[in-house]
């Protein structure tokens, strides 16, 4: 699974931290300080045993006490300080990431997104950059003490006593043994607890965005067995893991102590042949715990930040992805007539490369041309409007604007001559008057209000006791099928675009606002060039051409009265779907 090697995923972690040298530089001061003290403690130990004690000599005893509580208070504060410089510079750098980050994500093609589930996309934003975040600031902040502390200690034991620290470092070889053995374990088991809590999450994702399916069949019994059993089986392996946790730090920690017992045996023998003070002694053994905690430590982490480069290697894939299709650069169109052709475009989804959706496609929209597309469901309607937008590119042929190919022109340009309105038009949660601004930005309030007028939304929008300022979405009032529409479409009369893509919502409305949309749709369309996914009979009989699509091919085209004087699909249609409904 692993593409990339350990030391180059380590060093791109560490290189996160560049923009934060400074403050990570004042916590490592911190910290070698820190450290520094935590080092002079058993020294302090072995001056008030052999100096202090064995002279009998009360001042030195107190002055020693009173040195030792400086140290501590030192170690202390300069812990403290390490914490603070370690843990904000690590949130700026997660922050600075999840921005990066974010602004890769959503400027990646729409393809992107339809070969990536939402929330394996969200969970790289939040639960990846999160581990990172905890590898930068805590892990690496834990090595880098570990390891002074590990080399400090082992410095004062070789100088302390070079035989007893041969002695106690016989230890290292069943530790490092150990922590290979575990480590791997422990990494695997891991893997699979993550894995099992994904699943459980989307057990759970699937639930909540399919609430009224759950309520209808009552089925929420069902649902918490089904989410009960996925964490059963998450348990089982963390418990797993823990089983492996405990087994690993019990007998690393027992060989620590087996250690410092065979060096105070041996200590002791020592001191009797009086090669040895009690003093050195005593500090030799808290240097021993010292550096076998700290050796302990860092396997510790070197195991965490293997598991963290899972992660790491997830965030950075996506960080570095280059979109296959860029959204700013190319020619810009002065005075945009509205002409536009399709040249024997062939198309098939990126996600489905070998299922053909458009098969050479030709048509031409005339400046201001109303053309309704229109065909059995699966037909091919929705690509063809899609790539007009260029929201894919095709495979073959081409789709011209004004004569120049989609491919050579600005995407961003492009966008803003495109007015769109969807089906079922998607609102973001906020005021009503924001929503409507999302077709241009810089509208003033009465810019926003007109165009609301002209989409037959503003005497709806004025019943609201907060009007404009109404809140939608989840924490405000949730609008009608027919009202939102007609934001949308004041939204697209907002942005005054040259060409529009339209869908008409299949959904029944009622008569009033069906007849308040269609009015809305026509005065919009009006002078320009539009491409609309027609389900009403009215709106066909107004196109000045229709398109038949059956099969992702044109199987008819031509206006309404000379496609019913035809035998064909088109009559068909027209008989069944359009007169009965
Ligand atoms: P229509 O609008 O006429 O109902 P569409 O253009 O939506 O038809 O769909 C045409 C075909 O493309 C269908 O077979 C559909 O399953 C497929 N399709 C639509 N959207 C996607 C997508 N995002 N990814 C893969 N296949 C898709």
């Known amino acids: 699974m692993s593409k990339v090697s350990s030391p180059v995923l380590l060093r791109r972690i560490l290189s996160l931290t560049r923009s934060e040298r400074r403050a990570l530089s004042v916590g490592i001061f911190f910290l070698l300080l820190g450290s520094g003290m935590t080092l002079v403690f058993p020294q302090a130990l072995r001056f ?46 997660v922050t600075r990431l999840r921005h990066d980050l974010f602004s890769s994500l959503v400027s990646q093609e729409v393809a992107f997104f339809d070969e990536h589930k939402t929330g394996e996309i969200t969970s790289r934003l939040t639960a990846d950059t999160q581990v990172l975040q905890n590898a930068v600031s805590g892990n690496i902040a834990t090595a880098l003490r570990s390891g002074a502390q590990a080399v400090g200690g082992l410095a004062l034991l070789l100088y302390t006593s070079p035989l007893l620290t041969l002695l106690m470092l016989a230890i290292v070889p069943p530790v490092v043994v150990a922590t290979v053995l575990f480590g791997r374990r422990i990494r695997q088991t891991s893997r699979k607890v993550q894995a099992a809590l994904a699943e459980a999450n989307g057990v759970a994702d699937e639930v909540f965005s399919g609430i009224r399916t759950v309520r209808a069949f009552a089925a929420e019994r069902h649902e918490v067995g089904r989410y009960q059993h996925s964490l059963e089986h998450a348990v089982e392996l963390s418990n797993e893991r823990s089983r492996l946790s405990t087994a690993y730090v019990a007998s690393t920690s027992f060989a620590g102590l087996a250690a410092a017992s065979v060096v105070l045996w041996y200590g002791s023998r020592l001191m009797l042949r009086g090669e040895f003070s009690m003093g050195s002694l005593t500090s030799f053994l808290v240097y021993s715990v010292m550096v076998a ?152 309030d009465s810019e926003v209000e007109a165009a609301a007028r002209a989409a037959n939304a503003h005497e709806f929008i004025s019943r609201f006791p907060e009007g404009y300022r109404t809140l939608v979405g989840e924490r405000g009032v949730q609008l009608s099928g027919g009202q939102k529409q007609r934001i949308a479409i004041a939204r697209a009369v907002l942005k005054n675009p040259r060409l529009l893509v339209l869908d008409e919502a299949t959904s029944a409305l009622d008569a009033e606002s069906e007849h308040l949309v269609q009015e809305a749709l026509e005065r919009l369309m009006k002078g320009r060039t539009t491409l609309i996914i027609a389900h009403r009979l009215s709106t066909v009989i107004g196109a000045d051409r229709v398109l038949v699509l059956e099969g992702g091919k044109v199987v008819q085209s031509g206006d309404h009265a000379a496609l019913m004087g035809q035998e064909g699909l088109y009559r068909r249609l027209v008989e069944r779907q359009f007169v009965a409904a």
């Open 293 to 444: 905690t700290a050796l302990s430590g860092l396997t510790d982490i070197w195991a965490d930040l293997m598991r963290a480069s899972g992660s790491a290697e997830r965030v950075f894939e996506m960080l570095d992805r280059q979109p296959s299709m860029p959204s700013t650069g190319g020619e810009r169109i002065r005075e945009l007539r509205g002409l536009v052709e399709f040249q024997a475009v062939r198309f098939a989804y990126p996600s489905r490369p070998d299922v053909p959706v458009l098969q050479e496609i030709d048509l031409v929209l005339q400046p201001g041309e109303v053309v309704a597309l229109v065909g059995p469901s699966g037909g091919g309607k929705s690509t063809l409007a899609a790539l007009l937008a260029r929201m894919y590119d095709p495979q073959g042929g081409r789709v011209l604007v004004d004569g120049k190919e989609l491919r050579t022109l600005d995407p961003e340009w492009l966008r803003q001559q495109i007015g769109s309105v969807a089906q079922e038009p998607m609102l973001f949660s906020g005021p009503i008057a924001d929503n409507i601004r999302y077709g241009r930005a810089d509208a003033t």
């Open 48 to 93: 008030i045993i052999d100096e202090a004690l064995g002279s009998r000599n009360q001042a030195l005893i107190d002055r020693a006490a009173l040195g030792m509580i400086a140290v501590f208070a030192l170690q202390s504060s300069s812990e403290a300080l390490r914490f603070y410089f370690f843990v904000s510079a690590g949130e700026r750098i």
